[in-house]
């Protein structure tokens, strides 16, 4: 297994414009979760997955943000009518589920959106 | 509700030298505790996980931590540190038995100089 990839791995956008990021997990792994990490800060807890169900949503993740997991397989995570306060490193990361493994979540190499 | 507090934001530390991160958690309910480093520009990479158990935790790369549920504490530590161990440090913990989301600390800039 290659791990969990991320595409794009940079993004520049214009304000206003919609934009969708991509996350395949571990193939294994039935837990999906997304984060946002600024500069100079902690990633923080975005959304995440039981297989397709969205069991969780932050408070940061406002009405412009959504997330899916089709086939709880990989996931998407679309801005739309971006700010420049969303500009961040936007990290996935997967997990086994209780009872399937250890915890511990895998994280991906993020994909940093830049808003202009 | 969870909080992680890394205690400094900077450590400056010398090739060959010890160091120790501090972090500190708060938390109602127990708790699963992590350490993670980042390189610039990459994702997290897991460094050592405390889920139950012994107390001293061993990871890679020569890190230890100590979980001290009475100082609420999960301080990282090596003692000899690397110039390629210059990174960003993050302790993160987790409501135990959910797999559940993780919260993270400010993290902590280690720099090693030659």
């Known amino acids: 297994d290659t791990g969990v990839s991320q595409d794009p791995r940079h993004k520049i956008t214009k304000r206003g414009q919609n934009v969708t990021f991509r996350c395949d997990p571990i193939s294994e792994h039935n837990r999906l979760y997304w984060y946002r990490q600024t500069l100079g800060q902690g990633p923080e807890f975005l959304t995440y997955?039981?297989?397709?169900?969205?069991?969780?949503k932050s408070r940061l993740l406002s009405d412009r943000f959504s997330a899916e997991r089709p086939k709880g397989s990989f996931s998407t995570l679309e801005i739309q009518r971006t700010e420049q306060g969303d500009s961040a490193m936007y990290l996935c990361?997967?997990?086994?589920?209780?009872?399937?493994?250890?915890?511990?979540?895998?994280f991906g190499p993020g994909t940093r959106l830049t808003v202009t | 509700a969870q909080s992680v507090t890394q205690l400094d934001s900077q450590v400056p530390v010398f090739e060959e030298a010890p160091v120790e991160l501090r972090c500190n958690y708060s938390?109602?309910?127990?708790?699963?505790l992590f350490w993670y480093v980042q390189y610039p520009n990459q994702g997290l990479q897991l460094l050592l996980k405390?889920?139950?158990?012994?107390?001293l935790v061993k990871g890679i790369n020569g890190f230890e931590a100590e979980f001290n549920k009475s100082q609420t504490s999960f301080h990282l530590r090596k003692p000899s540190v690397h110039i390629s161990d210059t990174a960003e440090y993050f302790c993160a913990v987790s409501p135990s038995g959910g797999y559940n989301k993780l919260i993270f600390g400010a993290g902590t800039r280690l720099a090693v100089h030659p």
């Open positions: 990361a997967s997990s086994p589920s209780p009872g399937q493994g250890p915890y511990e979540q895998y």
């Open positions: 405390y889920l139950s158990g012994s107390t």
């Open positions: 938390s109602s309910v127990s708790v699963y």
């Open positions: 997955f039981q297989n397709e169900a969205q069991l969780e």
